[in-house]
């Protein structure tokens, strides 16, 4: 399972996605090859973020759906997830969470 690090803001957005998007092709390649279907992601460290934390994980949730695989995000802040309800990405980064219709 991966971490995020403990701070993700938008200044430095570039350089921790360059470095998650290559942690997460070389976790795929382990899924995959264990015939896994999941890519797993822990938000447990992660205590100071603005908005660009959302860009990330969105571009995390694509990149396994690209890959073929499902992302799950797990201990994430209550902070977090309430930011993604108010930008209306939560159902996206979380759909196991999303109210049944």
């Known amino acids: 399972m991966l971490k995020l690090p403990a701070s993700i803001r938008l200044p430095e957005l570039p350089l921790i996605w360059a470095e998650l998007e290559a942690a997460l092709r070389a976790e795929a390649a382990q899924v995959n090859?264990?015939?896994?279907?999941?890519?797993?992601?822990?938000?447990?460290?992660?205590?100071?973020?603005?908005?660009?934390?959302?860009t990330l994980l969105l571009s995390a949730v694509r990149l396994?759906?690209?890959?073929?695989l499902q992302m799950?995000?797990?201990?994430?802040p209550a902070k977090l997830q309430e930011l993604a309800r108010v930008y209306g990405v939560d159902a996206a980064l979380?759909?196991?969470?999303a109210p049944q219709l």
């Open 72 to 76: 799950q995000i797990h201990e994430v």
């Open 64 to 68: 396994g759906e690209q890959m073929g």
């Open 33 to 54: 090859a264990a015939a896994g279907s999941t890519l797993r992601l822990n938000a447990v460290d992660l205590s100071e973020f603005d908005s660009g934390v959302l």
């Open 94 to 97: 979380w759909p196991e969470l």
